[in-house]
């Protein structure tokens, strides 16, 4: 059986070496926005380990839309040259370099996982040193823990949309091949489409067409400045804790793509505190996959398939049953930067070695055929002193 998740994708004019994709990861290590070394550290690893595509974590286009103070930043040219050695790096290694672009709405101004994730009651702005403020569709506060957001104007949409059109410039400019726009975990074009945060009166409020609107704003947006060779991604919460469906969201799909999206990335949640998560449908291996799976036979489109996707063999089923076109990898790939070579060993794929760099693929293969049980000698475990 011929392996997907080893066989090249074409998208548009790009081609992807393979179907693993990195999952976008926020890093929590940018200064002000800034780039620093552990980022093109970080994202070169994965990229020598063998993956197809690697998106880089959600980068904002408006300081205010950063989760935490130490999100990346691209609202001003002077983020480029960070992030095109980010790039550079990326496509150094043989992987195509993609970025996702997010903004967190009512959900921003957070501090880092490790310290709990907590708002922060206030912070100075990114950048420009004053009072850092939460925007959103309407001032409905993300959970009592949360600050109420204010309700943005619709010359502030305006603004926002022309923001992230700027954003792709510098996208370009940087040198990335694939564009993720973020739109769901609970996240800006989220609350958009959610009653649940969106009570507006106007046009990007009330019924699902106007619901839709923001979204579909900023993806025109982006398309007028994206060019036509490069395939855009969207990630949704194909379900929510505020009573979205995966039929909602193929049919979001059928538009999103309509409007210039290669590829629906399905992910869930993050609308509300309370974890769709229940005992009736625990998180287990691959348990979003049923989404994209959803989503791809309902709205004939494109899908990525993420959430606990641990094993090679896994991997490759969701691709061979046609429940995802690609798949995404987030955690594991902390673990294991060379999973995809180590899934292209367990898989029985030709020569697994070869997606890794010299360093790693002479020694890793005489480790692979080395009898440790037997005690090797140095030659035999391909270790010369040296
Ligand atoms: C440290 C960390 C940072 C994350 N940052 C982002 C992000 O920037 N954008 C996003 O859409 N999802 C983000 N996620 C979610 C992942 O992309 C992925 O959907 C999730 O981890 C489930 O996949 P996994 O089980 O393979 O880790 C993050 C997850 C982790 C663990």
């Known amino acids: 059986m011929q392996s997907l998740l080893f066989t090249p994708m074409d998208l548009r004019g790009v081609r992807i070496r393979n179907r693993i994709v990195v999952a976008p990861m926020l890093t929590y290590s ?39 103070p130490t999100d990346l930043g691209i609202w001003k040219d002077e983020f480029i040259p960070g992030l095109a050695k980010i790039a550079s790096t990326i496509k150094s290694y043989g992987a195509t370099a993609g970025i996702q672009l997010g903004h967190s709405g009512r959900k921003a101004r957070r501090s880092v996982p490790w310290e709990g994730r907590a708002p922060l009651a206030s912070h100075p702005g990114l950048d420009h040193g004053e009072e850092w403020e939460l925007v959103a569709p309407s001032e409905i506060a993300h959970s009592n823990e949360f600050a109420a957001p204010r309700a943005l104007s619709i010359a502030d949409i305006e603004d926002l949309i022309e923001g992230y059109g700027a954003a792709v410039e510098r996208v370009k400019k940087a040198g990335f091949d694939v564009l993720e726009i973020h ?52 990630r949704i919460s194909a379900v929510d804790e505020a009573g979205w469906t995966v039929e909602d969201s193929a049919g979001f799909a059928r538009v999103l793509k309509a409007h210039g999206v290669d590829v629906v990335d399905c992910s869930s949640g993050g609308m509300s505190g309370i974890s769709i998560v229940t005992s009736g449908n625990p998180v287990s291996y691959g348990y979003q996959v049923p989404y994209a799976e959803g989503v791809r036979k309902l709205a004939n489109v494109k899908t990525m398939a993420v959430g606990l996707i641990i094993h090679g063999d896994q991997a490759e089923e969701i691709l061979q049953s046609g429940k995802a076109d690609l798949v995404a990898i987030g955690r594991e790939m902390l673990h294991n930067p060379n999973w995809p070579m180590d899934a292209a060993a367990k898989l029985g794929i030709d020569d697994p070695f070869s997606m890794v760099p010299s360093l790693y693929s002479f020694y890793l293969q005489k480790r692979a055929q080395t009898d440790f049980g037997g005690r090797p000698s140095t030659w035999q475990a391909g270790i010369e002193a040296e």
């Open 30 to 68: 940018a200064k002000n926005g800034y780039t620093q070394d552990l980022h093109t550290l970080h994202y070169g690893k994965l990229a020598y380990g063998g993956a197809g595509l690697i998106l880089v974590e959600s980068t904002k286009a408006d300081p205010r839309g950063a989760s935490t």
């Open 183 to 234: 739109a769901a975990h609970g996240y800006l074009i989220h609350q958009f489409l959610s009653p649940a945060s969106n009570q507006r009166t106007d046009k990007y409020g009330g019924s699902l067409e106007n619901r839709m609107r923001f979204g579909l704003d900023i993806m025109d947006r982006v398309r007028q400045s994206w060019p036509d060779d490069k395939p855009l991604f969207v």
